[in-house]
């Protein structure tokens, strides 16, 4: 079992920047991906961001491409994602997850998920 807690979300102005992180009750060296989404009321839950744990490759969405990256503290057992240049388009709802197995654009195929964090950006 993998519990997952999201921090670092909040209210910045379009062009700002925020660092959220997901940390794991344990060493999540099980699971082969952590990946962020995004979802807004109504709306289908999206793929943000995929970081594959046991080779530290990413994935980026387009749409984030070139703003936001994340990255891996191993010894904190805790993913980053750095999300600069933010538009107001990124508000949303932000969630981790993990996968035992390989990464996944689809969001229903994650094992783990935290509770979520709040991502809202004014214009």
């Known amino acids: 079992q993998v519990q997952l807690v999201e921090s670092g979300g909040g209210s910045v102005q379009a062009g700002g920047s925020l660092r959220l992180s997901c940390a794991a009750s344990?060493?999540?060296?099980?699971?082969?991906?952590i990946g962020w989404f995004r979802q807004d009321p109504g709306k289908e839950r999206e793929v943000v961001a995929f970081?594959?744990?046991?080779?530290?490759?990413?994935y980026l969405a387009d749409s984030v491409k070139g703003r936001f990256t994340i990255s891996q503290d191993n010894a904190k057992n805790t993913v980053y994602l750095e999300m600069n240049s933010l538009k107001p388009e990124d508000t949303s709802m932000y969630y981790c997850?993990?996968?035992?197995?390989?990464?996944?654009?689809?969001?229903?195929?994650?094992?783990?998920w935290g509770q979520g964090t709040q991502v809202t950006v004014s214009s």
């Open positions: 997850a993990a996968k035992i197995a390989t990464c996944s654009m689809k969001w229903r195929a994650f094992d783990y």
């Open positions: 344990d060493h999540y060296g099980s699971p082969n991906c």
């Open positions: 970081f594959y744990t046991k080779s530290s490759n990413t």
